[in-house]
């Protein structure tokens, strides 16, 4: 199968499954930085252990289906797949955590429908939505920003807590971890505090989290060189930022009291890597043009229902979730009319 | 093969109304979260089965066709009742956790199949044998999915035989992981489809794998009368 072997010069223009979901990783790559600046070496222990597992199952997927292996397991997809999920979990998770995500991501929401191409969910979040259901306790322990932890985390520290669960000297995770942006807001809020005095407190930076700002801002970079490329479009990220901003914006005029500004919601959590690089998959998402501006800005309006009327605080795995169900839905009635015809 | 083998492997097998029917999953994934409430409800299907299956094979010359389905209902409400009653008087504990499992259990689809497809058409001591089968073939399926779902969820397997079997059962669980801190997706309902998902296509990969095998075999014994 000469056509995957990757050697240049290469077409201009060609178009194929590796090549963009290199571009993908490549547009990760600053926004893993920033995370490793804020957040410290546990995101890419996750990382690679994520990509290890990732390959080990989708290799062995691939040889449970009979399908030719090394085409398959060199396209990327379960790369890009572990890749997300890692950046979604705590940067500190045991081994067990982001191996049980990954392998559920590979197996259940990825080949038990037929593969690459065939999943009508988003694998990452489906593993991302479970580790959340089933094990809370892991999934809600994050770290506070590095300036203002006790112990900023370097590299030996990340691989002992993974791999055996300790962690040097006195330091437990309960000293380590802390409220997330989106957390503390929700709580305080209602405790009936106005947004905007808990916005002055130090885990707040200039509109949005210290730190999670940043990392957001880095996931929207990455995401308009994604569009740049035309690796994606740029229907989805609009409509999900546009409604976002829009409805929040909303609600920030009748009941500023309900939830944070605008810009909190377009800068905190998940917003931008779930906007460019998980609600834009071109397998879950819906296939037409008209489709995707409806999709975008339906993710958009649940993530905001459920951050600020949900359980959980943030809300881009279960909007995209939900909204993979309707794409079926959304391409049938989106269908362009065929060219000529009535 | 006697009528009575060919019942058995129907029902605990071929047409089992568990992974082939398909038919009273809504009981099936809502109480199999451990082995023993499975098992609790699969008894009392069985019973269940049992009676109405007697019951309707004994009326079948005096139900007129046109008002049959409602005829089976009232048997089988019937029987249910008295199941309920009894398991609330003796099986208490179990009895509230099964909740209203056990009254729902007029509305398993697989017991008015039965009725119709066989008891009605059929001598009442077949029709006592399908019930038997049947009843066992979806015990063993509620059992399998509860352990699998209990193994997985929290680790052990058998916990609360007690409600079952008096106090002298406690001492029944087997713990599987010591120190196991739980995986509770396994014991929420998407872990009750994606576990009976998973014995489904279990089934089919055996029958196709003994259908490859026998047609290897029919074939060879073929080309051995040509030759």
Redesign the interface.
């Known amino acids: 199968m000469s056509i995957f072997r990757l050697s240049p010069p290469y077409l201009a223009g060609a178009n194929h499954v590796t090549l963009q979901m290199m571009q993908v990783l490549l547009a990760l790559v600053p926004a893993v930085v920033a995370m490793v600046y804020f957040f410290g070496y546990g995101v890419l222990v996750n990382i690679t252990l994520a990509v290890a597992v990732a390959l080990a199952t989708e290799a062995l997927m691939l040889r449970i289906r009979e399908r030719p292996v090394k085409p398959f397991l060199s396209d990327g997809s379960a790369v890009v797949t572990a890749v997300l999920l890692a950046l979604a979990i705590p940067p500190l998770s045991p081994w067990w955590l982001t191996t049980v995500g990954v392998v559920f991501a590979i197996v259940f929401a990825k080949h038990l429908y037929g593969g690459l191409g065939y999943n009508p969910f988003n694998p990452a979040m489906v593993g991302y939505v479970l580790l959340l259901l089933s094990f809370p306790v892991e999934m809600t322990t994050w770290l506070p920003v590095a300036s203002m932890s006790q112990q900023p985390v370097d590299l030996m520290m990340a691989i002992s807590y993974v791999f055996t669960g300790q962690l040097p000297g006195a330091l437990t995770m309960d000293t380590l971890s802390g409220a997330t942006p989106l957390d503390a807001m929700k709580t305080q809020i209602s405790q009936l505090r106005p947004p905007e005095v808990i916005m002055n407190q130090p885990l707040f930076g200039m509109f949005s989290g210290k730190g999670w700002e940043w990392v957001n801002f880095w996931f929207l970079l990455g995401g308009i060189y994604l569009i740049y490329k035309r690796v994606i479009s740029w229907h989805v990220p609009v409509a999900m930022i546009g409604t976002l901003f829009v409805i929040s914006g909303i609600f920030q005029l009748i009941a500023p009291e309900l939830t944070g500004t605008p810009m909190f919601h377009l800068f905190s959590g998940a917003t931008m890597i779930g906007a460019f690089f998980i609600a834009t998959d071109p397998v879950s998402g819906s296939t037409t043009l008209k489709g995707r501006l409806i999709f975008g800005a339906g993710v958009g309006l649940l993530t905001f229902v459920i951050r600020v009327w949900g359980g959980y605080p943030d809300g881009v795995a279960f909007a995209v979730i939900l909204m993979n169900m309707l794409v079926p839905l959304i391409d049938y009635y989106t269908q362009p009319r065929v060219y000529g015809a009535r | 093969m006697s009528v009575y083998r060919q019942l058995s492997y129907e029902g605990l097998w071929k047409n089992n109304p568990a992974l082939v029917q398909l038919l009273g999953l809504c009981p099936l994934l809502a109480v199999t979260n451990t082995m023993i409430n499975g098992l609790g409800l699969g008894l009392a299907t069985i019973l269940t089965l049992v009676a109405s299956n007697g019951l309707i094979s004994l009326l079948r010359n005096h139900i007129p066709d046109e008002a049959r389905l409602p005829v089976f209902v009232m048997v089988i409400a019937s029987i249910v009742t008295i199941i309920e009653l009894s398991m609330s008087a003796w099986f208490h504990e179990l009895y509230l956790i099964l909740g209203i499992f056990i009254p729902l259990i007029v509305t398993n689809c697989a017991i008015i199949g039965r009725a119709e497809a066989y008891a009605s058409r059929n001598p009442v001591a077949p029709s006592l044998v399908d019930g038997f089968m049947m009843g066992i073939g979806f015990t063993a399926v509620l059992v399998l999915l509860g352990g699998m779902r209990e193994l997985v969820g929290q680790g052990t397997l058998l916990s609360q035989a007690e409600l079952m079997f008096g106090e002298a059962a406690r001492g029944f669980q087997i713990v599987i992981f010591e120190d196991y801190?739980g995986?509770?997706?396994a014991m929420?309902p998407p872990g009750a489809f994606?576990g009976l998902g998973l014995i489904v296509a279990l089934k089919n990969t055996i029958d196709a794998r003994v259908n490859r095998r026998q047609a290897k075999l029919s074939k060879a014994a073929t080309e051995a009368a040509t030759a």
């Open positions: 801190r995986f509770l997706m929420l994606i």
